[in-house]
């Protein structure tokens, strides 16, 4: 097993431990979540910078997997993936839902698709620190363009468990996603809850998890698809962590320069 497997598979033994309850999950992801949403509401500069990083990071993701957005198997799910984990979309209201209702979710819905968004809670909240720890540091740094600032951030955070860990989190979930979809009966139980989940003010999680089931029951199999997330984000954490800063560079300028987003 090398050393890609290995973390994979501390990380998800790691994860199992918190699999018991999805409620005390979503509490305590959301309570990280609210309270970086406090530190940025008293700092509008601290605030433009995470947005600055976030949209950058969806530019980053669309030139990254072009080639699966214009795929026809892959589409629905490399837009899932921009629009619910990587993109610069405000978040704030399905937080709010999270968090006021985490006990709710748990009694509402069945257990694997509460588990699943306890899974989304976890991956926000660790998405959300990454992107704060940037944000800091976007502040400070002084660079030609915003390649070169964000790739100077990287390094400066240069948290790599973290960054791992973000990346076995969103495959973890990609893959309950797809296990759902394999569930006998779930879609059409997901549509019989779009009214109690609406009443029950959870509107925006049944739109995740129904655009989630359905965007990876259109690929009839996801194993494919999240490899090329892993090898392709693993590349990323590497070349921007370990690669020469000159070379990082050019890579990710081309990369860019291919979609026309610099």
Known sequence: MGPWETNRARYLDKLGVFMDSAAPRIRQAMQAVVALRQYHAASPSLRTAVLEVKRFQAQRFRATYADLLQDPRYRHAALFFLDEL???RDYERRDQQFARIA????????????DTAATLAEVHALTEKLDHQMALCWLGTDAPGLPQRYIKCWRAVADRLARQQQLQAVLHLGEELDRLTRTPGLRRLLKMMRAPAAVAGLSSLQHFLEAGFEAFADMQGAAEFLAIIGQREAAWISSLLDSDAVACETKMLQLLALQGEH
């Open 103 to 114: 006990n709710t979710i748990a009694r509402l819905f069945p257990v694997a698709v509460a």
């Open 86 to 88: 990587y993109g610069d």
